[in-house]
């Protein structure tokens, strides 16, 4: 049954591995050994990002979603990963720390995770989710900000490594 409202509220899913994140292990190493941004980057970290706009006031929404991920592993697998549940805030960033959220170029949210969890898994009061990836970027203290977006885009083989511009977009929050 489909809620009849249409005030809904976003509410963003941070998934993080309780082990070492090799792909983001693997990327520092390529960043700091391979790319010269060892005197710039200090550290990286990567989590699985979801965006969620679910029907309802902000503490009934959020108390929905977090059902949704303590009653599925659609979000987190708890044998392997964390999960937080929050409302959309911003900034993220803060000092010499970034938040870059990427995600397909088409946009964020994508038609098929919302009919999942809305039609497959019975949770009707989704009204849209999405999917991507959040980089965290931790700047050496006195390091421009500038290296963040020359960190994140490929733009050469020699410059930037972790979201093609051609496929995706970013936003640092």
Sequence with gaps: MAVKTTKH??????????????????????LTERLAY??????LKRQDYYRV???GEEAEALTYLRQIAANTTFFANPNKETCAVEHV?????KDNRYVAL???????FDESLRRYLAQDLGYDRV?????????????????????????LV??????????NPH???????
């Design 154 to 163: 490929a733009r050469e083989r020699t410059l930037g490594l972790l979201l």
């Design 9 to 30: 509220i976003e509410l963003e899913v941070f998934v993080t591995l309780r082990v070492v994140d090799r792909v983001a292990l693997t990327a520092r190493q390529a």
């Design 53 to 55: 706009a679910v029907a």
């Design 102 to 108: 990427v995600y397909p170029h088409a946009g964020l």
């Design 89 to 93: 805030t911003r900034p993220l960033s």
């Design 167 to 173: 496929a995706e977009r970013y936003e640092i929050v």
């Design 38 to 43: 060892d005197d710039v980057l200090a550290d």
């Design 127 to 151: 009204v849209a989710a999405g999917r991507g990836v959040a980089w965290t970027i931790e700047l050496a203290p006195g390091v421009d900000k500038k290296y963040v977006e020359e960190i």
